[in-house]
């Protein structure tokens, strides 16, 4: 009898870790195919980029006033350049503040407007006097109007406009002050199979044409990299940095003003899996068939997760509660990221312990994105970003780390 006990349990033990790694499997799986599918939109992004980049070095266009000839390689070395900034902005709205600077750069004045539902608010701006990114998050456009951007929303195609073809936009007009004989282009920003935001580039005065190709590569491209920033955080769009501000013109109501979530386009990776054992066998006396058998006792519960850094984050409200556990995640995804592209630098960083030493420029760069977004509030209590060093890329051995490494700010 006990020795049937034990053959049942051993049994049970291995069907169960057989489900396991079957459901690991799968998982792997699909993450597996995520990341040939990313590959895929990747070398095709590339090769339109390589068509339009020898599309721009034909022809003659200007760039800030500067004349570029046939054959030229100031705009495509701007593009390239644009394109670099693009691919190393780990926000959302990173990506979109590229975008506008690589705009100023090119010569033209430039705007981005975000998506969120029915409505597209204003997000930055550049090469207009006087007018803030905060100011400009103000502007609120309609998009069941119909109008240019209306067009360009639905259409997900460029939309050549003027300062009458906005009359409809009386806060766009006064914001942007485009001159009667500007010319205004709008140019979608697709991420996740839809519109997610507007470019807006003008004139501003110059008699110069828009290099609308150079304009087309990066709006295509800060599109792909928002595409990869929601596959790298598992479908999650990170929440926007700054606080709300007040509409100043043409009110939207409440339920057009909602975002829109995006369908994941790609498989969450799943949280490391504490180390399986098989079971023990259990405490049966075996003295012969007259001596009953005990009853195996279930395992205890495994004990809960001690409190990050020793604070006890139970204690605070619920929406405080939400502001850590989007700290922890979003440092994660930060993380994650330079393990994901550093792969033979932290392996090796690990063995000789100088993982610092060895991605400064790049831990430096994430943390100082982490504190621009969560020092203010979650970073005074616990240091997440921290945490995840340790546990993702040090593979929890703070010592792997290094000496030069400074430590947590908490």
Not at 215 to 240: H, N, T, V, W, Y
Not at 249 to 273: D, H, K, M, N, R
Not at 334 to 342: G, P
């Amino acid at each position: 009898m006990p020795h049937q006990i034990l053959t049942r349990l051993v049994e049970k033990a291995r069907a169960e870790l057989a489900a396991d790694a079957r459901a690991l499997a799968g998982q792997i799986q699909k993450v597996e195919q995520s990341l040939q599918d990313l590959r895929a939109q990747q070398q095709k992004l590339e090769e339109v980029v390589a068509s339009r980049l020898e599309e721009l070095g034909k022809v003659e266009i200007p760039s800030g006033g500067m004349t570029v000839t046939p054959g030229g390689g100031a705009v495509i070395e701007q593009v390239l350049a644009g394109v670099r900034d693009l691919i190393t902005a780990t926000l959302p709205e990173q990506a979109l503040e590229v975008l506008t600077d690589e705009g100023a750069k090119l010569g033209v004045r430039s705007a981005v407007f975000d998506v969120r539902g029915k409505a597209a608010w204003g997000s930055s701006a550049r090469g207009f006097a006087g007018l803030s990114d905060k100011a400009f998050r103000g502007v609120v456009v309609q998009l069941a109007q119909d109008t240019p951007f209306r067009t360009c929303f639905e259409t997900a195609g460029h939309v050549d406009t003027n300062a009458q073809g906005l009359k409809k936009y009386r806060n766009i007009l006064d914001k942007l002050q485009p001159g009667p004989q500007d010319t205004i282009l709008l140019l979608p920003v697709r991420s996740a199979g839809s519109v997610s935001a507007i470019f807006y580039a003008d004139t501003g005065g110059k008699s110069e044409p828009l290099p609308v190709d150079a304009l087309k590569i990066l709006s295509e491209f800060a599109g792909a990299q928002l595409d990869r920033l929601m596959a790298l955080s598992g479908g999650i769009a990170p929440a926007p940095a700054t606080e709300p501000q007040e509409v100043e013109a043409e009110p939207v109501p409440e339920t057009a003003a909602e975002p829109v979530e995006a369908e994941p386009i790609s498989v969450p990776l799943p949280e490391p899996a504490e180390e399986l054992s098989a079971p023990e066998p259990p405490s049966v006396p075996i003295i012969g068939d007259s001596v009953p058998v005990e009853a195996v006792a279930p395992p205890p519960p495994a004990p809960a997760a001690a409190p990050a850094a020793g604070f006890d984050v139970s204690s605070l409200s619920e929406e405080e509660q939400k502001g850590h556990r989007d700290a922890k995640r979003f440092a994660k995804l930060l993380v994650s990221e330079i393990e994901l592209y550093n792969k033979a630098k932290v392996q090796d960083g690990r063995k000789n312990q100088d993982l610092y030493k060895r991605l400064k420029s790049d831990i430096d760069r994430s943390r100082q994105t982490y504190e621009k977004r969560f020092g203010k509030t979650v970073g005074k209590q616990v240091d997440y970003f921290h945490e995840e060093l340790v546990r993702i890329l040090a593979s929890s051995d703070a010592m792997a780390l290094g000496s030069e490494y400074p430590g947590p700010t908490v």
